[in-house]
């Protein structure tokens, strides 16, 4: 059932360019596949996949939520403000820079904002339901799609806020499709 799964995955994106002539553009697609803890990025429009991502997972106790997600912007260098069971274990809220808990950046995706797909994952966590629900990249690995998206005039150009963070609003349709 996976495999076939990634089937019609393959067959709708290389599909795509064909079926959308002369229509809007259908935009950015990121797949982020709860079972083999990955991302995979594709440009719905043209069919060309993007880079492929590890990433760790939300726990048992706390998911990473399923669903398809609209996306609407990228915050580089993003401040991180601790829920409440952050909080309960001491954690303080840490101002934009990209040496935060979030790493280099953060695609919010999910819960108003509160669960994003964002970089700052230690390595030997990668394939592991650990996190309180966001996928979490390494900076190298998020800066990958990032860069990608940015070629693939997914963005629009960063702007930067008073606080610190810059933000890039997407200028294509963007999704999160989290299975």
Do not use: Y
């Amino acid at each position: 059932m996976h495999a076939l799964r990634w089937i019609r995955i393959g067959l709708l994106v290389s599909l795509a360019p064909l079926v959308m002539a002369g229509t809007p553009d259908p935009g950015v697609l990121l797949v982020l596949d709860r079972e083999t803890f990955e991302v995979e990025a594709h440009d719905l429009a043209t069919g060309v996949e993007g880079p492929r991502l590890r990433v760790v997972l939300g726990s048992p106790a706390h998911p990473t939520p399923s669903g398809d997600f609209r996306l609407h912007d990228v915050v580089r260098n993003p401040g991180w403000k601790p829920g409440p069971i952050a909080r309960s274990r001491g954690a303080r809220p840490v101002p934009p820079s990209s040496e935060g808990p979030l790493g280099v950046g953060k695609i919010p995706f999910a819960a108003g904002g509160e669960i994003a797909l964002h970089g700052g994952a230690n390595p030997l966590l990668l394939g592991k339901p650990v996190s309180l629900g966001c996928a979490r990249a390494t900076d190298q690995d998020l800066l990958r799609l990032l860069a990608w998206l940015d070629d693939r005039g997914a963005l629009l150009a960063p702007v930067e806020w008073s606080d610190g963070e810059v933000h890039q609003s997407f200028r294509r349709p963007a999704r999160m499709s989290v299975r």
